[in-house]
């Protein structure tokens, strides 16, 4: 249990780190970002949209109070940001690019996975149930 709730912070801290960092320099319209984006072709408008949203799931995820149901809205978020982010990527600068965001996605899964281990109650074999029923 001790390794599972380390592999649980360790990735989730990674990646809010980093979604609060990028949703940071995009609300910033920093000069990388915005020559990210017109390289992808997006308008600029969009980092105004994305770079709060970033931030608001970062923060979501990192508070442990927060609301099972709102922790599910945030990592959908991450991962369709993610996915959206590599098919891009994918599609205009080539599979070199769109390649690396398998790492994030990776955190992401590992965040998720071990969030939901940690949380959903353990499960009743049906020999145990039976056992129970018969003392």
Known sequence: MKTLKIAYWASTCLFCGVFLMTGTLYILHTQTMVTKFHEIGFPLYILNLIGPLKIAGAITLLIPSTPPRLKE????????????????HFAVQGFSEGIKLLIPITVVAVSYLSYHRLNDPPKVRHADADELLTA
Request: with cysteine; aromatic share 32%; charged share 5%.
């Open 73 to 88: 809205w945030a990592y959908a978020g991450f991962v369709f940001d993610l996915v959206g982010a590599a098919w891009c």
